[in-house]
Each structure stands twice: as structure tokens, then as C-alpha cells.
Nanobody, 119 residues
Framework: QVQLVESGGGLVQPGGSLRLSCAAS????????MGWYRQTPGKKRELVASITAGGTTRYADSVKGRFSIFRDNREKSVYLQMTSLKGDDTAVYYC?????????????WGQGTQVTVSS
């Protein structure tokens, strides 16, 4: 059984920084793309950033230049470094990963961590 466990959310003032962490555990053979999504009430979950096993990254336009995604393949972890945070960044952030326990990849989600940007 595969699990993704997130940590690092919380309350931060506008302009502040926060780092989210996500660790995968369980029966894992290979991890392909890992990413972070976010969702606010009444809106669809949206991609914030993703990173392939080879290190290719992709960012939503709204976070380019402020957020950085990186991963540790040996630790099966992915991180999201968030800087210059704004009120619009307030959301529940979810970790996602495409993981194989054998020959087939499946998409897994973490439980979500709340990020609130407010003074």
C-alpha cells in the first residue's frame, strides 16, 4: 500500500516563506512525476508545480519566480519552497505522485495541508 504524507503548512504573513514536504512510503518500485496542487472552496484543484524523475519542472504562471519544486529520489520525497507569498496563495495544498509498485503506474494523493497567507 502506498501513502503520501505531507507536512509544512500553516499560517504565514504576506511576503513570507513556507516549505511544504511530501514523503512517499509503502510498496514502491518507481516514482515518475511528482507534483503539488492546490484547491480553494468552490474551485477546481489546480496544478501548482510538478517535477519529473529526471528533474524537469513545470509551474503555474501565478507562481513562477516565487515557488520552487525539488525532489529527493532516494528519500522518495518532493518539496515546494514558497516565497513572496500572497493572499491568493491561501489554499489546501495536495501532493500527487505517479507511482508503480510493479509494472503499472497509479496516481496517488496526500491528505492535504492548509496554507493560509494573512496578516
Amino acid at each position: 500500500q502506498v501513502q503520501l504524507v505531507e507536512s509544512g503548512g500553516g499560517l504565514v504573513q504576506p511576503g513570507g516563506s513556507l516549505r511544504l514536504s511530501c514523503a512517499a512510503s509503502g510498496s514502491i518500485v518507481s516514482i515518475a512525476v511528482m507534483g503539488w496542487y492546490r484547491q480553494t472552496p468552490g474551485k477546481k484543484r489546480e496544478l501548482v508545480a510538478s517535477i519529473t524523475a529526471g528533474g524537469t519542472t513545470r509551474y503555474a504562471d501565478s507562481v513562477k519566480g516565487r515557488f520552487s519544486i525539488f525532489r529527493d529520489n532516494r528519500e522518495k520525497s518532493v518539496y515546494l519552497q514558497m516565497t513572496s507569498l500572497k493572499g491568493d496563495d491561501t489554499a489546501v495544498y495536495y501532493c500527487n505522485a505517479d507511482i508503480s509498485s510493479g509494472s503499472v503506474f497509479s496516481s496517488y494523493w496526500g491528505q492535504g495541508t492548509q496554507v493560509t497567507v494573512s496578516s
